[in-house]
């Protein structure tokens, strides 16, 4: 019996062998058996006999989600998150899977945070049951936090005085962390923008017409715990129909991909590695983890009718990407040809122009994910 659809358009075994070659992996039948059992690629179908054998063949386009499986697996190894990324790709993945890899992540999240706190207060003598004892665990946790240098989860963005950042990152842990209403001050906001990055550049600095994106008072960070606080995002998640998923995953990728990309280019144009106070997102397509954040973040945004706010930020960073492959492109210009057009311009744009080409030719400006064909990325 001959297979039903072209064969050329459904991959089998050794087409998928051949392209995890060419991505630069060598992988095993195993492997793919594996992949299959994780949903991170499509079940064959018997396409017909080849005198007695069976003839499987994949889905169109299988080699190519396994081209991005093994990309994304050289960043993590997690098959959750690797679920969700080959789901922002536009690969077929079902939104049932996607919700569940996001709830067994922000479980070990919460696990994690809640078996941290109980061991600073068993650490002090006290009760973890005990309300007040928690309190001063959190403390306890927020000032181990500060005090660390190097990857920490809140990186060190300017000279801010040690009770401070203390101070910040406990009300970070329990805003964003336990999603704890908190009555926060101005001075407090104040001192969580410091630590975070935002301020004060986020409030002072322009571009072209556009005045600073930080506005409004200091203390409305507060409000963030009923949409970004943990328990809010497992709760988004859970009640995420499919429907909520395939309209937030615009708006995860312009976060994840392109606000990097965004604030790496602003870095770069305007000689400083914090010019937008946004230095905290420039590495986020990094760390495919902040997914487990984003998606649910994305999905609590929108059912809080901020959907007109995400698709106008969604909208502004669209066109990173393509001047990132115009970057790309002048690489592939002569160098007379770059230095005749940039001849009789003033001492300010050619110095931009060639930190640019610079920061392009150390891959700064290389979006993960984006080689991958696959979807409305």
């Keep these: 019996m001959a297979p039903s659809q072209d064969p050329a358009a459904e991959p089998d075994r050794t087409a998928l062998h051949q392209a995890a070659a060419q991505a630069g992996e060598q992988i095993s039948d195993r492997m793919l058996e594996a992949f299959r ?6 079940h064959p179908r018997r396409a017909g ?9 994949y889905p169109p386009g299988t080699d190519r989600q396994l081209t991005a499986l093994i990309r994304w697996r050289r960043h993590t190894r997690d098959p959750a998150l690797l679920t969700v990324l080959l789901w922002l790709d536009g690969f077929a993945i079902p939104p049932a899977a996607v ?38 665990a959190i403390d306890a ?16 963005r300017g000279r801010v005085r040690a009770q401070d950042r203390a101070r910040a990152v406990a009300l970070l ?7 704890e209403s908190v009555q926060g001050t101005a001075e407090d906001g104040a001192i969580v923008e410091r630590v975070l990055g935002l301020a004060p550049n986020g409030r002072r600095h322009t571009i072209d017409d556009a005045g600073p994106w930080l506005t409004g008072p200091t203390e409305d960070l507060f409000a ?11 709760k988004a998640v859970h009640d995420a129909r499919d429907a909520d998923l395939t309209a937030a995953r615009q708006n995860v990728v312009a976060l994840f991909r392109y606000l ?45 009718d901020w959907r007109e706010n995400l698709d106008t930020v969604t909208s502004a960073l669209h066109p990173f990407p393509g001047l990132a492959e115009q970057a790309h492109r002048i690489l592939d210009m002569p160098a007379a040809t770059i230095s005749a057009n940039l001849a009789g311009k003033p ?11 610079d920061a392009t030719i150390e891959g700064q400006f290389d979006v993960p994910g984006n080689d991958h064909p696959a979807g409305p990325s």
């Design 37 to 42: 059992a994780q949903g991170l690629i499509p």
């Design 49 to 57: 006999y080849r005198g007695r054998a069976p003839v499987w063949r």
């Design 99 to 136: 919700r569940a890899a996001l709830t067994r992540q922000l479980d070990v999240v919460t696990e994690i945070m809640d078996r941290e706190i109980t061991r600073q207060a068993r650490r002090l003598g006290l009760d973890p049951s005990d309300g007040h004892a928690r309190s001063q």
């Design 141 to 156: 946790l927020a000032q181990a936090l500060a005090a660390k240098r190097g990857a920490t989860p809140v990186p060190r």
């Design 173 to 179: 842990i329990r805003i964003f962390g336990l999603g």
């Design 224 to 234: 963030a715990a009923g949409i970004a606080g943990l328990p809010s995002l497992l």
């Design 260 to 304: 990097p990309l965004m604030t790496r280019m602003l870095n770069v144009m305007f000689d400083d590695d914090n010019y937008a106070g946004l230095a905290a997102f420039g590495q986020l397509d990094q760390y495919p983890e902040t997914l487990v954040f984003i998606v649910p973040m994305v999905i609590a945004m929108q059912k809080a």
């Design 347 to 357: 001492a300010e744009i050619r110095d931009r122009a060639q930190r640019l080409i």
